[in-house]
């Protein structure tokens, strides 16, 4: 070290000048390394943390999804499948939760239902984190706090509030422009790490097509008769508050949609352009025998105009600057501050919505009639979510799952 | 297909790595901007290098 000190013009002649001089160098090599270290503490403990889930009795198994496809084994997506079989001939449906992280309603619905469900009749499938790579990180440049918690009665219980695509720590790099297969319609090059732009996947593909190819796979070995992507939307974008449903499934989403806006709450639906290719309303529609729906719940956090991404405005969707893009009409679902877009609003409108979409397959088709019961939506917006999340330390442990 | 990407994924972590090392001797041993605030930029840019090397972010 000494012999760099001496070639250093900066360092002067060796002796105290150059001793000085490695010493302030080290000094400022400690100082950067104590940043890092302090600096990524939330970024450390959103890649390692684990979310606790007590699932209810009517668990039948849980399997890796690449018990489907083996391509994604010892990754992080190889996501766990919970499965609720009654025993009783009937249809089956998919809840595909956490596809984008950063819309947290949909794997806290997910976690809901797990937590609360009876089955009489068919087959459920739950994924709560479909892709826990991107609910490992942050969204870059969004300031996003790294966790939520929920209030339950006896205590507090944390969630992720994650990323949009794959981590590039899982995958990279990124094509120039992303080829979508098999259309070969091209997309932007974050959509090859996009869990929903790469469906139906392909087997000798990057890792999250991979991914989308076994959740492809689980959907046609199993014969699941319905496959209900839940997201959330921005205020500003079109289609939230919206069910997206392929042109099989319209019919079932139309009624479903209308019985909602009656009864609980205001719902539109749209039919999966056949041109936009990638995401499961469409992909999973076209190549499996699923019908396929996504929903999507309005969460002013992820709007782009809104103040500060709080915890605060995650859980209570209360934002001013939201009010003034609804007093001129600019967004594309009722917003009123005073009562916000809370997650218990969000998580109760996609139980809600699911449940109606089974309902409809149901009565629609007799012989894929599912019976199945969890929180309703009016009783989440009286009682909070909180009340339906179980304690795990006063649960029987076999309940018990870190996903 | 899949062999190649794992490849090419495991040189960006190496490429990480390798750069934090010239960095870091660069911060001891340079011969030219020798100043405090170049002592500065290197230690920082450091940072980056080795939380993707340690598959950290």
């Known amino acids: ?403 | 297909m899949i062999l190649v990407q794992e490849v090419i994924h495991q040189i960006y972590f190496v490429m990480a790595g390798l750069i934090a090392v010239v960095l870091l001797t660069r911060l001891f041993r340079r011969k030219t901007r020798p100043g405090l605030a170049y002592d500065i930029v290197y230690a920082y840019a450091i940072i980056p290098f080795i939380l993707r090397a340690l598959h950290i972010k």
């Open chain 1, 1 to 403: 070290m000494s012999s760099s000190v001496n070639s250093d013009p900066g360092a002067g002649k060796a002796g105290t000048g150059g001793r000085t001089l490695v010493v302030r160098r080290v000094g400022l090599l400690a100082a950067a390394l104590v940043l890092m270290v302090v600096g990524t503490k939330d970024i450390r403990a959103l890649r390692v943390y684990r979310e606790t889930v007590v699932v209810s009795n009517a668990l039948t198994a849980q399997v890796p999804l690449s018990a489907y496809f083996d391509g994604i084994r010892g990754t992080l997506m190889d996501a766990p499948v919970y499965v609720f079989d009654s025993g009783v001939p009937g249809g089956s449906v998919l809840i595909l939760g956490g596809a984008h992280p950063y819309e947290p309603a949909s794997p806290v619905m997910a976690y809901v239902v797990m937590e609360n469900i009876t089955v009489t009749r068919g087959r459920v499938f739950v994924i709560a984190r479909a892709n826990m790579s991107a609910a490992s990180q942050g969204m870059l440049g969004n300031a996003y706090p790294p966790f939520f918690r929920v209030k339950t009665p006896w205590g507090e219980k944390q969630y992720r509030i994650g990323d949009r695509e794959t981590s590039p720590l899982e995958q990279w790099p990124d094509p120039f422009t992303f080829v979508h297969y098999p259309s070969t319609q091209n997309l932007a090059y974050q959509d090859s790490r996009n869990l929903n732009r790469t469906f139906p996947g392909r087997a000798d593909g990057n890792l999250t097509e991979r991914t989308s190819f076994a959740i492809s796979e689980m959907i046609r070995r199993e014969k699941i008769d319905l496959t209900i992507d839940v997201h959330e939307a921005s205020m500003g974008y079109p289609v939230v508050s919206t069910f997206v449903c392929h042109q099989r499934a319209e019919e079932m989403c139309m009624m479903a949609a209308m019985m909602l806006s009656a009864e609980q709450f205001p719902m539109k639906t749209e039919t999966s352009p056949k041109s936009l290719r990638g995401l499961t309303h469409r992909e999973i529609g076209d190549f499996t025998g699923s019908f396929a729906v996504l929903m999507e719940s309005p969460e002013p956090f992820i709007d782009k105009f809104v103040g500060p991404m709080t915890e605060e405005l995650m859980l209570t969707g209360r934002d001013e600057f939201m009010q003034i893009a609804a007093d001129r009409g600019l967004l594309y679902a009722e917003y009123d501050m005073k009562t916000g877009a809370t997650l218990d609003y969000r998580v109760g409108r996609h139980l809600g919505g699911a449940a109606e979409v089974i309902k409809q397959m149901g009565e629609f088709y007799p012989a894929k009639k599912i019976g199945v019961t969890w929180p309703t939506y009016a009783e989440v917006m009286e009682k909070g979510i909180g009340y339906f999340l179980h304690d795990p330390a006063k649960a029987d442990r076999r309940r018990v799952f870190l996903n």
